[in-house]
């Protein structure tokens, strides 16, 4: 396939009805092989072109509150705070429709009910809408104080590894410079030759809270995303005295988004499809009423040790299915693009480099 392929004039809605998965992704994959913008934003098109195609959104009045953060292009870099009007559709800039709203996640979170009403009165209003080709969307949370990890969470998982199931939430963490936008890339550290994937439902906190009850618990969560917790298998189980912080943790090694989806507008986040695909390929497909752990639990756990504040981001656990417990191994390459998706959140796009 020609390298020197303009990307900019394709017709993505009828690539993705035409070709296979396969086929969509070698085009990607010829994206430019340096890491720069250009790439984030044609894989955020990707995206989009395939949900107008394959996904039936809800309309504004029956759309669910996404959240999301973002740059405008040829701003400067400045970080916007949105509301979707609906998944792949135009985002309302809060910060237009109310010169008042903060202009990150973290700082409406900490608004309480005040910032999450002001975003439903502007999905409302219809007014101040950007199309999405003007935008970069970021992660939802950049700057959480705290990104709280689950190990060993997925019922499948532990048969996967033939290990006993935990009796108690097996808690780590990643640093929050981990975290990266839901189109961005993965770089591949010179330090680990064994990098690889977990899907994850993630969810973020929403207000402030100690030794909560679990029956109180989802009152505390602002609402669900997916995640990718990439991991260098070396460092995770060999290297550091088998602590896992460091081979979760490097930069770029927790791929957010692509929208921080209210609680209110997800039926049962214990009952939702999750797949990961790398290449096109299918290597994890579970769903998350196998998760060991609920939300619930998971909230009232770590805040029996821990404060939790606005913007603190919950990695749940992955499924089964991981490049480690493959036979033989399977580790992600430079080139590999890896798509992570649960029903009702959406999907995250992520080319590796």
């Known amino acids: 396939m020609d390298r020197l392929l303009d990307l900019s004039r394709l017709d993505w809605s009828d690539l993705w009805t035409t070709n296979t998965n396969r086929k969509q992704l070698e085009v990607v994959l010829c994206v430019q092989e340096r890491r720069d913008e250009t790439s984030s934003l044609l894989l955020q098109k990707f995206a989009l072109s395939r949900q107008a195609t394959n996904v039936q959104r809800r309309s504004v009045s029956g759309a669910a509150m996404r959240l999301v953060q973002f740059h405008l292009h040829g701003d400067g870099g400045g970080i916007r705070v949105g509301v979707e009007q609906g998944e792949g559709l135009g985002v309302v800039d809060l910060k237009a429709f109310d010169p008042s709203m903060p202009s990150t996640m973290r700082e409406l979170l900490e608004l309480g009910d005040k910032g999450l009403e002001c975003a439903q009165r502007a999905l ?189 981001v919950f990695l749940t656990g992955t499924p089964p299915g991981v490049g480690v417990f493959r036979t033989p191994p399977v580790f992600l390459k430079r080139g590999d693009v890896v798509e992570c998706q649960i029903d009702q959140l959406g999907s995250i796009i992520n080319k590796v480099v």
């Open 124 to 312: 409302a209003s219809g007014q101040c809408v950007l199309e999405r080709s003007g935008i970069r969307l970021l992660s939802p949370v950049l700057a959480p104080e705290k990104v709280v990890c689950v190990g060993m969470n997925y019922l499948d998982h532990c048969l996967e590894q033939n290990a006993p199931v935990p009796k108690e939430p097996i808690i780590f963490s990643k640093f929050p410079s981990a975290i990266t936008g839901p189109y961005d890339d993965i770089t591949l550290p010179s330090e680990s030759q064994e990098v690889d994937w977990e899907v994850e439902m993630a969810f973020v906190i929403g207000r402030r809270g100690k030794h909560i009850k679990e029956e109180d618990a989802l009152s505390y969560v602002a609402g669900f995303t997916v995640a990718n917790d990439v991991s260098a298998r070396d460092w995770q189980m060999r290297r550091n005295g088998k602590q896992w912080l460091l081979g979760k943790t490097f930069d770029s090694f927790c791929p957010l988004g692509p929208a921080l989806v209210t609680t209110d507008s997800v039926k049962d986040p214990h009952s939702l499809a999750v797949r990961c695909l790398v290449n096109g390929d299918t290597v994890q497909s579970s769903n998350t009423e196998q998760l060991i752990f609920k939300t619930e639990q998971l909230v009232a756990w770590v805040s029996k040790f821990v404060t939790l504040t606005p913007g603190d």
